[in-house]
């Protein structure tokens, strides 16, 4: 029997659940799971790397104190049948656990949410014997783009770039299973040791977000890593992917061993048979293919495939030899790491995670921002995540529940589009109030972001020209480009030249307001953004909007010459989606920026005991 090395089981959080962290039981036959010691002798599992994983409902203090728990089951798992199963940190040591006739454990952290934003948790969590952080899991995290969230950063910050250079430095695996392709692209690119996907699929023949494409195959092959493919129905086959996403009624397409195989087959003719592995998800998921319902299993598929030709030593780089290449590749660095012989970690790498010192001192109030919703389907979407995790306060109000009176105790503005004419008062009453809170904050000169109809109504107000119907129309990726004063502004400067922003609109300015500044233009709209003023700046492209809002979209009932279908405008988009979320989330920092700026101005001058206030200073 040809021994497997599985990437990836969760058998930790499964006992948890179940077992209340009982790990005597194993020994035999377990129902309810899909793993236990009889089963793993009887699939030929000579190792394993057990999952460490936790709720992303626990904070961030709390997912550190889960995961040290599950840390301690997998050290108790081992030490409660050393004659089955023996603790491994190293190829060798897995080697040596095989030979004897137990399973090698291994660790493998899932999900970059873990460190509690700590690189001192991840060199803990190192010392303990983990080998491989998964960069996230289903969520976005602070530092890094889920493949099933929301994008906010267009793949790793610096710091997610920082937490890849310190694994490599510690010795851990990078494992780029549930993160984004951008996330994929950018951890490729910082990474000077092989990278591992611990439990992913093949894209092309099945469109999961969980799944891998071609092209970060070919990269991580070429790197000399490996893709272990997961036993999961949904990723495995698009009929299945399908049945889920229209609510899992009825008798579900039935997945089968072929179809692994098959994913075990593309990555090989993609990445080559060195960079393809098994890592199944075993108690992890509750449907599995059929044919393939436990840990027992591993032989059926090595059959299948070896039906297709696959020789024999073929088969040991599957199920074993390439993983463990992957990880001696880092295990000097590893074991450099543990004696204290590694290189000093980075500066960055040592910051604490928690500020002291600002917790000492009275927090000023966070600054607030009015946000003006003109339609429920035009909502804040990302823009509203990241004004928060820039320290300010959102207040979204809908148009059509009624606005405030007045922009007191706010220190910006933020008005959406909606589909609407800025004078559009019968479809939209709301609308005058709107366009009186517009000229407030022209008039105070507070930070304000007009958005597509949001800067059409700060150009009517302020005596620019607007077209009583449409003008020329934009969709899908639009280059947009900065004049010189744009360039220079603190603001729309953040986008750097030819950003690409995703958009929905028609062209309605035709002229500036007098004394406004042209910040940006693109090919179809020449006043893409404008500023009045040092604060007040109006755009009609849609830095709220990513590549997957246009899954939503329809085709127009009335297509106009030249109109794109929308499944070409969302491949289009997708391509530049991660250069699209740095140049927004860029804005969207600056502009979060100036209204911290000025609020604290507001306060330093109410504290001195003035009696007025310029919000433009």
């Not at 036959?29 to 999952?51: I, N």
């Not at 919703?373 to 820039?390: A, C, P």
Request: with cysteine; charged share 20%.
């Amino acid at each position: 029997m040809i021994p497997v090395i599985d990437g990836h089981n969760d058998l930790a959080w499964a006992c948890r659940e179940h077992h209340d962290y009982d790990s005597t039981g194993l020994r035999e036959t377990t129902a309810g799971l899909h793993t236990d010691l009889p089963r793993l002798a009887a699939g030929g599992v000579g190792g394993q790397f057990w999952s460490v994983w936790v709720d992303p409902v626990l904070s961030a203090a709390e997912q550190v104190t889960a995961t040290l728990e599950q840390i301690d089951f997998v050290h108790r798992f081992v030490g409660d049948h050393p004659d089955r199963l023996a603790f491994a940190r190293t190829a060798d040591d897995v080697r040596t656990a095989m030979a004897s006739g137990r399973v090698a454990s291994l660790i493998g952290v899932e999900g970059g949410a873990q460190l509690g934003g700590s690189l001192g948790v991840l060199r803990q969590y190192a010392r303990l014997g983990a080998r491989y952080l998964t960069l996230t899991w289903s969520r976005t995290t602070d530092w890094a783009d889920s493949a099933t969230d929301l994008p906010r950063h267009g793949g790793l910050t610096e710091f997610g770039r920082e937490v890849v250079r310190e694994l490599n430095r510690i010795g851990m695996l990078v494992d780029l299973s549930h993160v984004a392709p951008s996330t994929m692209r950018d951890a490729l690119e910082v990474s000077i040791r092989p990278v591992m996907v611990s439990h992913s699929a093949a894209l092309t023949l099945c469109d999961h977000p969980r799944n891998v494409p071609d092209d970060v195959l070919r990269a991580i092959g070429a790197g000399g890593g490996v893709v272990m493919v997961a036993f999961v129905p949904s990723f495995l086959m698009q009929e299945r992917r399908d049945w889920v996403l229209a609510g899992a009624q009825g008798t579900p397409p039935e997945v089968g061993i072929a179809d692994v195989a098959d994913h075990v087959e593309h990555i090989r003719d993609v990445a080559g048979v060195h960079a393809v592995g098994l890592g199944a998800d075993y108690d992890g998921t509750d449907a599995m293919p059929t044919g393939l319902h436990d840990v027992s299993t591993y032989p059926q598929l090595l059959a299948e495939l070896a039906r297709r030709g696959w020789s024999r030593p073929d088969l040991e780089a599957l199920a074993h030899g390439n993983v463990l290449r992957v990880l001696e590749a880092s295990d000097a660095d590893h074991l450099a790491f543990l004696d204290g012989r590694a290189a000093r970690p980075t500066p960055i790498a040592l910051r604490p995670a928690v500020d002291t010192t600002a917790r000492a001192r009275p927090a000023a109030p966070a600054p607030r921002v009015l946000v003006v919703q003109n339609s429920e389907t035009s909502g804040l979407r990302r823009l509203g995540g990241w004004l928060e995790e820039d320290g300010v306060t959102v207040d979204v109000v809908l148009g059509a529940h009624g606005l405030p009176a007045d922009l007191g105790g706010y220190d910006g503005l933020v008005m959406l589009g909606g589909g609407l004419m800025p004078d559009d008062d019968e479809r939209a009453p709301w609308l005058a109030q709107e366009r009186r809170l517009a000229a407030d904050a022209i008039a105070a000169d507070l930070p304000t972001l007009g958005i597509c109809l949001g800067g059409q109504l700060l150009a009517h107000v302020a005596g620019g020209e607007v077209r009583a119907s449409f003008g020329p129309k934009e969709r899908g990726a639009t280059e947009i480009l900065l004049s010189a004063a744009g360039d220079a502004d603190p603001v729309i400067g953040a986008l750097a030249p030819a950003a690409p922003m995703i958009e929905n609109h028609q062209d309605m300015i035709t002229a500036l307001p007098p004394g406004a500044q042209l910040l940006a233009s693109s090919a179809a709209v020449a006043n893409q953004a404008f500023r009045l003023g040092a604060h007040v700046r109006g755009v009609q492209f849609h830095p709220e909007v990513c590549a997957d809002d246009l899954l939503g979209w329809t085709e127009p009932t009335t297509p106009a010459p030249g109109d794109v279908p929308v499944a070409q405008l969302v491949d289009a988009a997708r391509l530049v989606d991660g250069h699209n979320t740095r140049a927004s989330r860029g804005l969207a920092a600056a502009f979060a920026e100036e209204v911290r700026a000025v609020a604290a101005a507001r306060r330093a001058i109410d504290l001195s005991g003035a009696t007025t206030v310029g919000v433009g200073a």
